[in-house]
């Protein structure tokens, strides 16, 4: 099948994808704005420039995606990780400038972040269409192609949408029972998930495109292998930040913003939690989206996502209970949303086991994290109060504890073989250097 044939429809598909997003924004999603949402009236002008900025980047995002695809698909992994850091230090410029800017700085500040994200899209662009062909602009046509790949773009647009729908109406419904005070730890707690959540994303787009390759070439062992391996590298990386995080949150939101929101301690925790069940499904994903059969699982748990906004809702309005309600619910939901995932996974997948999954991965490791959690607290108490000395102590041992824990208990013996040799050969080749200088 041809590659600029495919690429050019599938950009077509993302172009009518970011009109529907566009006429939606600027008449529901604006009315919304105008309409519902508590903002004080002297920052309303504000809200409209930021609503209009993130409509605009949104528009960019989706139809930037077929770029994306054609440099992972590549493997040119090492573009992200340049632009990564580009972006790291765009953005402490940002915040460094409107120490000294008189404008409004939200309103500087999303336009600044705008500007990024398009010069960002201009330069995938640019290097696509200098370093594959198949992504230079063509007016083609293929029914059959078309419709296939809108059918795919369809279902993935509604799961995608309902985890953006569920997302901002959590923070929607926030405001309209609490205010906007709490929409403040709302934030940071948004915040600490795009942080993490940029390295777990990272991490499996290094990660799918051999996932899906050996799929595509009938190697269904490696692919199962590799979704295992990957699950419990993933969970402990993902653990490796989030363990001392959680642990020491208080005093680290005090170190970062001096005083702390209220509930954004539990809103972040909840949210760590969220981003490891996250990474887990995204990872799975990989297996549906390489048989091209993406229904099911965006339908079942596009469903399971949207029913945190009635149930909180229904919640907050009869008082049953906390505004850290949603957020301990979407995890939940997260969870069971993996593990649907992980069974349809499971039908395309025969090697695959949704069992060993749930007791491998899952059960195993978090019974691990809990007694590990167990011990970091019981180290806390008795070093007592919350201080810098206790957060590297924190560190250090839920770090140590973790890799004694993922290297004994949790990797199998191939993989334990496998980091064994890589680290017999870095070393071997650290002492060659050394004894040739």
């Given at each position: 099948m041809n590659s600029a044939k495919i690429f050019n429809i599938a950009l077509g598909i993302h172009v009518i994808i970011a009109l529907i997003i566009l006429i939606l924004g600027e008449t529901v999603g604006l009315w919304f704005l105008t309409h519902k949402l508590v903002i004080p009236v002297e920052r309303m002008y504000a809200a409209h420039w930021v609503y209009q900025f993130s409509i605009l980047s949104m528009i960019i995002g989706v139809t930037q995606v077929p770029y994306t695809a054609t440099i992972i698909s590549h493997e040119r992994i090492d573009i992200y990780a340049y632009v990564d850091l580009v972006n790291i230090f765009t953005r402490l410029l940002i915040v460094y400038l409107l120490v000294f800017c008189d404008y409004d700085k939200l309103i500087l500040y999303s336009l600044l972040m705008t500007l990024m994200n398009i010069?960002?899209?201009?330069?995938?662009?640019?290097?696509?269409?200098?370093?594959?062909q198949e992504s230079r602009l063509k007016l083609v046509w293929d029914k059959n192609i078309f419709y296939q790949m809108f059918s795919f773009s369809g279902w993935d647009l509604l799961g995608n949408l309902s985890v953006t729908v569920r997302g901002q109406g959590t923070n929607m419904l926030i405001n309209m029972f609490f205010g906007v005070a709490i929409n403040a730890a709302s934030s940071i707690a948004s915040q600490v998930q795009g942080v993490v959540m940029a390295f777990a994303s990272n991490i499996l787009t290094a990660v799918k495109p051999q996932i899906i390759k050996s799929y595509a070439n009938g190697n269904y062992a490696r692919s199962s292998n590799l979704i295992e391996y990957s699950s419990v590298i993933i969970l402990y990386l993902l653990l490796f930040i989030s363990t001392p995080l959680i642990m020491e949150?208080?005093?680290?939101?005090?170190?970062?913003?001096?005083?702390?929101?209220?509930?954004?301690?539990?809103?972040?925790?909840?949210?760590?939690?969220?981003?490891?069940?996250?990474?887990?499904?995204?990872?799975?994903?990989?297996?549906?989206?390489?048989?091209?059969?993406?229904?099911?699982?965006?339908?079942?748990?596009?469903?399971?996502?949207?029913?945190?906004l009635p149930i909180t809702y229904i919640i907050f309005k009869l008082d049953i209970a906390s505004v850290w309600f949603p957020y301990f619910y979407n995890t939940l939901s997260m969870l069971g949303g993996c593990i649907i995932i992980a069974w349809i996974a499971s039908k395309y997948l025969p090697p695959f086991s949704l069992k060993k999954f749930i007791f491998n991965v899952l059960l195993k490791n978090f019974i691990i994290v809990g007694c590990i959690f167990y011990l970091i607290s019981i180290i806390q108490s008795i070093i007592g109060e919350e201080s810098f000395m206790r957060l590297i102590v924190t560190c250090i041992t839920s770090t140590t504890l973790l890799a004694l824990a993922g290297y004994t208990i949790s990797i199998n013996h191939e993989t334990r073989n496998i980091i064994n040799n890589y680290i017999t050969n870095k070393i071997k080749t650290i002492k060659c250097k050394l004894f040739q200088s």
């Open positions: 010069l960002t899209a201009l330069y995938y662009r640019y290097f696509c269409n200098r370093h594959f949150m208080n005093y680290i939101l005090k170190l970062w913003l001096g005083v702390v929101p209220q509930y954004s301690v539990i809103f972040c925790s909840f949210t760590l939690f969220f981003n490891i069940f996250s990474a887990l499904a995204m990872l799975i994903l990989t297996i549906p989206h390489a048989a091209g059969k993406n229904k099911y699982p965006s339908l079942f748990n596009g469903i399971l996502y949207l029913t945190t």
